[in-house]
């Protein structure tokens, strides 16, 4: 199912619960300043496309994982991906694997 075949309603109730999604995470994480999360933000599109499916499953929904992308992203993921994706740097790479310890 796409997010345009959904009602207002069921956009509004799919969007807010991952919205609130994103504000217990960032509740949880208060000692991460804005400065902060837009330099590593400890969440990506990816996970918040994971949010908006669980919640439309909340709702009874069946919100594919390439159809939350898409409604995160703004477009299909693989276009996202060829057009604003870059490769990632060295100390982008390091960085993530500190992080992981």
Known sequence: MKHEDLSRAEQDAVDAAAFRQLLAHLDHRKDVQNIDLMILADFCRNCLSKWYRAAGEAHGLDISDAEARE??????YEDWKANFQTPATAEQLQAMETRKR
């Open 71 to 76: 409604r995160i992203y703004g477009m299909a």
